[in-house]
Nanobody, 119 residues
């Protein structure tokens, strides 16, 4: 059973930074596609950033230049560095894994960590 646990959320002012962490119990972490998703109140969940097992990454246009996804395979940990936060970044942030390549569905999810950005 793959378990994902997020941490690092909180309440900040616009322009400040946060770093989210996601620790996985998965022994195949290094070979898994990992991602960060977010869901704001009353909105659909959206993909924020992806980290593939080959080291490639991608982020959604709305956070480019502000958010960086990274991973430490030795620690089974995924990170999301969020800089220059905006009120519209307020959401519950979830870590997810496909357990395999990025073309697979994200089937493993954490419980989420809340990020609140005030103006």
């Amino acid at each position: 059973q793959v378990q994902l646990r997020e941490s690092g959320g909180g309440s900040v002012q616009a322009g400040e930074s946060l770093r989210l962490s996601c620790t996985a119990s998965e022994y195949t972490f290094s070979r898994s596609c990992m991602g960060w998703f977010r869901q704001a109140q009353g909105k659909e969940r959206e993909q924020v950033a992806i980290s593939a097992s080959d080291g490639s990454t991608s982020v959604v246009d709305s956070v480019k230049g502000r958010f960086t996804i990274s991973r430490d395979n030795a620690k089974n940990t995924l990170y999301l560095q969020m800089n220059s936060l905006k009120p519209e970044d307020t959401a519950m942030y979830y870590c997810a894994s496909t357990g395999d390549r990025c073309w697979r569905r994200f089937v493993y999810w954490g419980q989420g960590t809340q990020v609140t950005v005030s103006s």
